[in-house]
């Protein structure tokens, strides 16, 4: 059963910096991409960042470049989100993607999320 766990969330105060981990087990066939998304209170749920499995391709929203850096280690089947310079507006809860072929369909995995919050 394919499972996405997400850790790393907390407090934190503004200018300091987090490591969100996406463990990625149960999966029986090689993920497409892992991306990171948020939703903040009374907002849609929005792109972060995403990697492809090979990791030599990643994509960042506006807001979160520069601060913010997605990494892969396939070997633990973890993705990280490494956020420098958090501030307020980064307050979220922050969920894993993941996205997979089987044959030409591509589906979507989604994890529980890890709340983020950013204090002024």
């Known amino acids: 059963q394919v499972r996405l766990a997400e850790s790393g969330g907390g407090l934190v105060q503004a200018g300091g910096s987090l490591r969100l981990s996406c463990v990625d087990s149960?999966?029986?066939?090689?993920?497409?991409?892992t991306g990171w998304f948020r939703r903040a209170p009374g907002k849609e749920r929005e792109f972060v960042a995403a990697?492809?499995?090979?990791?030599?391709?990643?994509d960042y929203t506006d807001s979160v470049r520069g601060r913010f850096t997605i990494s892969r280690d396939n070997a633990k089947n973890t993705v990280y989100l490494q956020m420098h310079s958090l501030k307020p507006e980064d307050t979220a809860v922050y969920y894993c993607?993941?996205?997979?072929?089987?044959?030409?369909?591509?589906?979507?995995?989604w994890g529980q999320g890890t709340q983020v919050t950013v204090s002024s």
């Open positions: 993607r993941v996205s997979y072929y089987r044959g030409s369909t591509l589906y979507v995995d």
């Open positions: 149960g999966r029986t066939v090689r993920p497409y991409t």
């Open positions: 990697i492809k499995w090979s990791g030599t391709d990643t």
